[in-house]
């Protein structure tokens, strides 16, 4: 009696296409650039990590610098996707900004590499306009609500997008010493790492101008004027008895 292999029973296997194939191949690149950087990873071994050939990543994309690309947007549009879908500003700005940062958490502990390759990577050098148009829509809605949520600035309040930055640095910072095993962070300890943020950076009042005076640089000391010589003094007549009238 004949008894069907096992691989005989296994149910066949839908043939790979070429959208397999390239999903294999971001993937692969996403997790070589992610780890290695741009520079520090070669097509020969994405193409192993995806288990195709050169050439058929090259039928694909036409180049490195094609496949980055097609690797950011990828990756900055689920990232904007997470944090803007469904989105309500006009719940003001405390519950804004919680939103907004939990949704960070959430993407950074769903899609790590993609966190890691987006912000711990240099991409300007490579970035074609596509992927600059998509990172404009990522940070235009941003910049808008923290406008919009802010009370009328003053003349020397510091402006969103510079909010923005400290804000998202200090998030890709925890994210990073998380991740190297400097900081242990539950979802709690993130919750109260934003609260901070959000006191700090968006509630903090607008120090005056005229209170705060910055170091000169270095080469810019104003040179001080010599001190004058001080006048000698001059000495004091000796006082004189007067005489009462009379006296000899």
């Given at each position: 009696?004949?008894?069907?292999?096992?691989?005989?029973l296994?149910?066949?296997?839908p043939p790979?296409?070429?959208?397999d194939?390239?999903?294999r191949?971001l993937?692969?690149?996403?997790?070589?650039f992610a780890?290695?950087?741009?520079?520090?990873t070669?097509?020969p071994e994405i193409?192993?990590?995806?288990r195709?050939?050169v050439?058929?990543?090259?039928?694909?994309?036409?180049s490195?610098?094609?496949?980055?690309n097609?690797?950011f947007r990828?990756?900055?549009?689920?990232l904007?996707?997470?944090l803007?879908l469904?989105?309500d500003p006009?719940r003001?700005?405390?519950a804004?900004?919680?939103?907004?940062?939990?949704?960070l958490?959430?993407?950074?502990?769903?899609r790590?590499?993609?966190?890691?390759?987006?912000e711990?990577?240099?991409?300007?050098?490579y970035?074609?306009?596509?992927s600059?148009?998509?990172?404009?829509s990522?940070?235009?809605?941003?910049?808008a609500?923290t406008?919009?949520?802010r009370?009328?600035?003053?003349?020397?309040?510091?402006p969103?997008?510079?909010?923005i930055?400290?804000?998202?640095?200090?998030?890709?910072?925890?994210?990073?010493a998380?991740?190297?095993g400097?900081?242990?962070?539950?979802?709690?300890?993130?919750?109260?790492?934003g609260?901070?943020?959000f006191?700090?950076f968006?509630?903090s009042a607008p120090t005056?101008?005229?209170?705060?005076?910055?170091?000169?640089?270095?080469?810019?000391?104003q040179?001080?004027?010599p001190?004058?010589?001080?006048?000698p003094?001059?000495?004091?007549?000796?006082?004189?008895?007067t005489?009462?009238?009379?006296?000899?």
């Open positions: 009696m004949n008894v069907p292999s096992e691989s005989a296994a149910p066949a296997r790979r296409g070429p959208e194939l390239r999903a191949v993937d692969s690149a996403l997790r070589a780890e290695r950087g741009f520079h520090g070669t097509v193409a192993a990590e995806a195709v050939g050439g058929s990543i090259y039928r694909h994309f036409a490195k610098e094609r496949l980055v097609e690797v990828r990756a900055k549009g689920e904007r996707d997470a803007l469904g989105l006009s003001g700005a405390a804004t900004f919680r939103d907004v940062w939990a949704r958490v959430r993407f950074q502990r769903e790590g590499l993609a966190f890691r390759f987006l711990t990577q240099d991409h300007a050098p970035l074609d306009e596509e600059l148009a998509l990172e404009r990522l940070l235009a809605p941003l910049h609500a406008e919009a949520l009370h009328p600035p003053a003349a020397d309040e510091v969103a997008d510079v909010l930055a400290l804000v998202w640095g200090a998030f890709v910072g925890l994210s990073k998380e991740r190297l400097y900081l242990t962070l539950d979802d709690a300890m993130y919750a109260r790492a609260e901070a943020c006191r700090a968006a509630l005056p101008a005229a209170s705060v005076v910055a170091p000169p640089a270095p080469g810019d000391e040179p001080k004027k001190k004058k010589p001080k006048k003094k001059k000495p004091k007549k000796p006082k004189t008895a005489q009462p009238p009379g006296a000899p």
